[in-house]
């Protein structure tokens, strides 16, 4: 049964952009904050193991992308439910990055 909610908002937008988004700004945020903790010279091995991570969460992004076949209904549009991973990602991403200027300045 379709609901609101079920129902493609557009279709251009697949499922494996969304998620591959999702996926490459982990990835981006990783990178970020072990950047963020070499500036300040402060890196330990952990944060590097979390770049390399995070650098791996990106090369993963992009094959997603490049690659839809590979996810399960990766090629049909991405329902109106998965709108909301993107949104609340790079809004807490957004925040994480006014800490890491707040914590640099």
């Known amino acids: ?30 990178v970020g904050e072990f950047a963020a903790a070499a500036l300040s010279a402060s890196a330990t091995t952990y944060e590097a193991g979390m770049a390399a991570l995070g650098g791996f969460a990106l090369l993963g992004a992009v094959r997603m992308y490049r690659n839809p076949d590979h996810l399960r209904n990766g090629v049909e549009p991405a329902p109106a439910y998965l709108y909301l991973l993107p949104v609340i990602s790079t809004g807490a991403a957004l925040l994480l990055a006014v800490g890491w200027i707040a914590t640099l300045a």
Not at 2 to 29: C, N
């Open 1 to 30: 049964m379709a609901t609101a909610l079920s129902s493609p908002p557009s279709e251009r937008v697949r499922r494996v952009d969304v998620i591959a988004y999702v996926f490459g700004l982990l990835g981006a945020v990783y």
